[in-house]
């Protein structure tokens, strides 16, 4: 379901794949970098995500977007929700800032594939912060998904002994 309110927006997509497939692609740092289609992911480092808790460390370069010169700055994508199949979360933490904004994806089964949705919410944000959200609109997040369904389609991640 496409959509937004005054503190979320979100894309969908079906995907012509199972789930794993899709699921493989958003537990990996360089998936991550591979499927942006803001511009603002130079590059990744860390290891998949198993669980809650997780992370790994994003180079990040907001020129793309060409609204706040940050010059380039590191994040880490800090893993909230976990569950295998269904949901992948994040919040991004950074010593510039912490805003607590939650990306994420919810996976579900359909005929011909796997529905994804792709969300952003800023509802537990801090006042001081609402004035610059959302970030990217729901049109870049209905990009990243065809990212997503192209990388999958076409076998990514490569396998581990390719890397």
């Given at each position: 379901?496409?959509?937004?309110?005054?503190?979320?927006?979100?894309?969908?997509?079906?995907?012509p794949?199972?789930?794993?497939?899709?699921?493989?692609?958003?537990?990996?740092?360089?998936?991550?970098?591979?499927?942006?289609?803001?511009?603002?992911?130079?590059?990744?480092?860390?290891?998949?995500?198993?669980?809650?808790?997780?992370?790994?460390?994003?180079?990040?370069?907001?020129?793309?977007?060409?609204?706040?010169?940050?010059?380039?700055?590191?994040?880490?994508?800090?893993?909230?929700?976990?569950?295998?199949?269904?949901?992948?979360?994040?919040?991004?933490?950074?010593?510039?800032?912490?805003?607590?904004?939650?990306?994420?994806?919810?996976?579900?089964?359909v005929?011909?594939?796997?529905?994804?949705?792709?969300?952003?919410?800023?509802?537990?944000?801090?006042e001081?912060?609402?004035?610059?959200?959302?970030?990217?609109?729901?049109?870049?997040?209905?990009?990243?998904?065809?990212?997503?369904?192209?990388?999958?389609?076409?076998?990514?991640?490569?396998?581990?002994?390719?890397?």
């Open positions: 379901m496409d959509g937004m309110t005054d503190e979320r927006i979100s894309a969908s997509r079906v995907i794949a199972p789930a794993d497939r899709a699921l493989a692609v958003l537990r990996d740092p360089d998936g991550h970098v591979a499927i942006d289609s803001s511009g603002m992911l130079q590059s990744a480092e860390g290891e998949r995500v198993e669980q809650e808790g997780d992370g790994f460390l994003v180079h990040m370069d907001r020129e793309a977007l060409g609204d706040y010169d940050l010059g380039r700055y590191d994040v880490t994508v800090r893993i909230t929700a976990y569950r295998p199949d269904t949901q992948i979360e994040w919040r991004i933490e950074s010593p510039r800032f912490d805003i607590g904004h939650r990306y994420g994806y919810l996976l579900r089964a005929e011909g594939g796997t529905e994804v949705e792709s969300y952003c919410d800023w509802s537990m944000i801090d001081k912060w609402k004035p610059i959200f959302p970030v990217i609109d729901a049109k870049a997040l209905k990009a990243t998904l065809g990212i997503l369904e192209r990388a999958v389609l076409r076998g990514y991640p490569r396998p581990l002994a390719v890397r």
